[in-house]
């Protein structure tokens, strides 16, 4: 699979799927698939085209992992490399030769327990799905459920994110109670409740948990921007200043995360650089705005 002619995204991310899946039972390393072209076979998510293949691996093995993927030529997409204010989850490979990326997860957004603990409560009565030819190693059906509501939950501003998050609903848990407790052996309980409570009733949980800071910033970062603002608001004012000035002035690879064709010469840099200000400024005019208006709204209310 190191030489591939031109392929499909549908035919790509088939293959990736099966390459994956091969390099984890080659070297006794275990991974699950999530979301994608999996949950569409098992009934949870409508026919959609996945651009990528996404795959859980387990924590003690992921570095190794990731180390037979870039052995197939796989490339490492730029990531910001500001890991204390933006920790990520995942790493992102792109091949010149494919035309889907792996996205690899080390841990997944919402799920607070252990990563160790999690990836086992997942692994637990994990099932397959034929795929290329190939048994490809995927979550359990509730697992599965609860990993698109919170992914649809963390996203649910996106309109396709809201539609998947509409067809879950109207599906019937099979199994309630292998539901939750795979939500609580995750420590997904927060972060799952809106749709835990609209399925099974607020009152199915005694005593809910709060959720973590990363979870509530996952959940106002609608946008980069959205993203940066809301962790500026709670900078020291002391460290605010140089903040802002690498916000606005980020390393090259961060202008590079969405766009590998990214003009970095100098003229390139000036205009990307010009262009991130005037987001910045659209950014915080929106914020104030919505400010304003709950402002508005709350002594509205309070005069009543």
């Known amino acids: 699979m190191d030489q591939v002619e031109t392929l499909t995204m549908h035919e790509g991310v088939l293959l990736t799927h099966a390459l994956l899946a091969y390099l984890a039972s080659e070297n006794d390393i275990r991974v699950l698939f999530v979301k994608g072209p999996g949950v569409v076979l098992q009934g949870l998510r409508e026919g959609h085209q996945s651009t990528d293949a996404d795959v859980l691996i387990e924590p003690q093995n992921f570095d190794r992992f990731l180390t037979l993927v870039e052995s197939r030529g796989w490339l490492r997409r730029p990531s910001d490399p500001d890991g204390e204010r933006f920790p990520t989850h995942s790493v992102t490979y792109y091949h010149p030769q494919w035309p889907n990326d792996i996205d690899a997860h080390k841990s997944f957004p919402g799920f607070e327990a252990n990563s160790d603990t999690a990836f086992d409560v997942m692994w637990d009565g994990h099932t397959t799905v034929r795929m290329a030819n190939r048994e490809i190693p995927v979550p359990s ?164």
């Open 141 to 304: 059906l509730e697992a599965s459920r609860l990993i698109l509501a919170v992914h649809s939950l963390r996203s649910e501003w996106k309109h396709r994110e809201q539609r998947e998050y509409d067809f879950l609903l109207g599906l019937e848990i099979s199994d309630q109670k292998a539901f939750l407790s795979i939500c609580t052996g995750v420590g997904a309980l927060a972060a799952a409740r809106p749709f835990i409570a609209a399925k099974l009733g607020d009152d199915v949980i005694s005593e809910w948990p709060k959720p973590s800071p990363e979870w509530v910033f996952r959940l106002s970062a609608k946008t980069g921007g959205l993203g940066r603002w809301h962790m500026l608001r709670q900078t020291p004012w002391q460290k605010i200043p140089r903040t802002v000035w690498r916000d606005l002035f980020p390393p090259t690879e961060v202008l590079l995360m969405n766009n590998l064709y990214t003009n970095t010469t100098p003229i390139g840099l000036a205009k990307a650089y010009l262009a991130r200000f005037k987001s910045a400024m659209r950014t915080l005019l929106l914020s104030r705005s919505k400010l304003n208006v709950r402002s508005t709204q709350a002594k509205s209310r309070s005069d009543i």
